[in-house]
């Protein structure tokens, strides 16, 4: 069986943007709704960022 190189590029970088920004979607909104177990430091969020709290 062939596999077209252009195709299967396409197939390739098409499932890894889409994971990579399902991820990153995940890690952002875990990361609105909880607060730093840390006692020195918790960095600002991005407005973008606040309108995922859940709470």
Not at 31 to 36: E, I, P, Y
Not at 40 to 50: I, Y
């Amino acid at each position: 069986m062939k596999i077209k190189k252009k195709g299967f590029e396409k197939i390739v970088s098409y499932f890894l943007g889409t994971t990579i920004t399902s991820l990153a979607f995940i890690v952002t909104a875990f990361s609105v709704n909880s607060a730093c177990i840390y006692i020195m430091h918790q960095p600002k969020l991005p407005e973008s960022a606040k309108k995922m709290r859940k709470f």
